[in-house]
């Protein structure tokens, strides 16, 4: 188990990019009042064939040169335990979606923590990717897109240390802004 849910999104989104993905939408939902916590990445990449699909979760399975895929696996064992589930939806050439649910208030769910981390890691290690963010907390909802800070045309040509700046900003005061961090 990682011991920190945004951990288990970063690692999808970059499951994404090696698909080929272009824009990666991560859409986190938290509700205390229906004791809920959702987590969804969706994207635009190759998706998977049948074959890998039925193996997605198998923890001996992976595309990668590595000898094993332990991110789904790990998130569906995570998320079973805590009373929810992982559901993976996918079409060949259109892209990927995976979503987690757990219990929100179970004792063995793993704190969200560190989003601002994770979306500062994807944008910043890849600005070529759009991202899109939005994270709903008991109604409240803030929304990111990278695109606002990184057009196109500059992902390529480096990035000024003020974007950075202006990007870690933004994240940090939306998630304050709807009581998170």
Same mark, same amino acid.
């Given at each position: 188990?990682? *011991? ?10 970059e499951?994404?990019?090696?698909a ?6 991560v859409?986190?939902n *938290?509700?205390?009042k ?22 997605? %979760? ?7 040169e590595?000898?094993? #895929? ?7 064992q995570t998320?079973?335990q805590?009373?929810?589930g992982?559901t ?10 995976v979503e ?6 179970h ?9 601002? #981390? ?9 600005? *070529?990717i759009?991202f899109?963010?939005?994270h709903r %907390? ?5 929304a990111?897109?990278s %695109? %606002? ?7 390529? #040509?480096g990035?000024a240390? *003020?974007?950075?700046?202006?990007v870690?900003?933004?994240? #940090?005061?939306g998630?304050?802004r709807?009581?998170?961090?």
């Amino acid at each position: 188990m990682m *011991e920190d849910l945004s951990l288990h999104v970063l690692d999808i989104a970059e499951n994404s990019i090696a698909a080929g993905a272009t824009l990666i939408i991560v859409t986190i939902n *938290e509700s205390r009042k229906r004791n809920l916590l959702t987590l969804r990445v969706a994207d635009n990449g190759r998706g998977m064939s049948r074959a890998e699909l039925r193996r997605a %979760r198998d923890p001996f399975f992976t595309t990668k040169e590595k000898r094993t #895929g332990l991110g789904l696996p790990l998130l569906a064992q995570t998320a079973e335990q805590c009373g929810g589930g992982l559901t993976i939806t996918t079409r060949p050439g259109k892209g990927t979606r995976v979503e987690a649910r757990f219990f929100y208030r179970h004792i063995d769910r793993p704190p969200l923590t560190n989003m601002r #981390g994770t979306m500062m890691a994807l944008v910043f290690g890849h600005p *070529e990717i759009d991202f899109r963010y939005r994270h709903r %907390r008991d109604g409240r909802i803030f929304a990111f897109a990278s %695109r %606002r800070f990184i057009p196109a045309r500059l992902a390529a #040509g480096g990035l000024a240390p *003020e974007t950075i700046g202006r990007v870690r900003r933004h994240l #940090g005061a939306g998630l304050r802004r709807i009581g998170t961090t």
